[in-house]
């Protein structure tokens, strides 16, 4: 079997980190916590959608449970990803290329499987991604790997054949502990020399700017002809 090979969603296959940060604002405000920023959102990248909200209620003194926030949220988000989704062209090349090839492919993300569900028929990544898996399924969001190893089992494949594409180091920790490989493009290019991306075994250090599919596609299956 070619190499599986596990994305993440938000910031590695889309930018939707701009509606995933205005959804978080609109939802603090309404909860009376004005003045979210760009760059306190920039925390919770790469982590899930509850641990962001229960870290968020937690700081802020929000009444309000989890489980509404979350829904809150959700709503808030799926407006947004519907009006607009921009898919980072070079990774749809890497996904259109690695699917041509017959690599099984699946997407394993923090976010809600509304969500995951409705970014990818907005930007028809849904016809080439069709395993997919949330954190809401599994015990545990990233760094813990369970999404990652869950994909691996709708797969059918062992982890360690598995390739995890990942823009945070959250996820690249939780693809270590899942014993798969990385490709790693971080969204924040500063976060580049963050330890949790020393295992990545192909680190785009430019991020997405500096992402090349051929070139992903080509690691990708040298390690798999090695293997």
């Known amino acids: ?80 990803a519907a009006a607009h989704t921009e898919v980072f062209p070079e990774m749809r090349k890497y996904v259109e290329l690695l699917h041509a090839a017959g690599h099984p492919l699946a997407v394993a993300s923090g976010s809600s499987r509304a969500a995951i569900a409705a ?44 390739v995890v594409v990942e823009d945070a180091p959250p996820g690249a920790e939780a693809a270590r502990r899942a014993g798969m490989r990385c490709v790693a493009v971080p969204y924040l290019p500063h976060t580049a020399d963050d330890p949790a991306f020393a295992s990545a075994g192909l680190l785009f250090r430019g991020g997405q700017d500096a992402f090349d599919a051929e070139r992903g596609f080509a690691w990708t299956v040298a390690r798999h002809a090695r293997d």
């Open 1 to 80: 079997m070619s190499t599986p090979v596990i994305f993440d969603l938000d910031g590695t296959l889309v930018d939707s980190e701009p509606n995933y940060y205005e959804a978080g604002r609109r939802l603090l405000a309404a909860h009376g916590v004005p003045g979210f920023t760009w760059e306190e959102h920039g925390r919770f990248i790469g982590i899930g959608t509850r641990e962001t909200l229960e870290t968020l209620r937690a700081e802020h003194g929000i009444e309000a449970p989890v489980e509404q926030l979350l829904a809150e949220k959700n709503r808030l988000y799926l407006e947004l």
């Open 119 to 162: 970014v990818l028929a907005t930007t028809g990544l849904d016809a080439l991604l069709t395993t997919l898996v949330s954190a809401e399924e599994v015990p545990h969001g990233k760094p813990e790997p369970d999404v990652f190893l869950e994909a691996a089992r709708r797969l059918g494949a062992a982890p360690a054949d598995c």
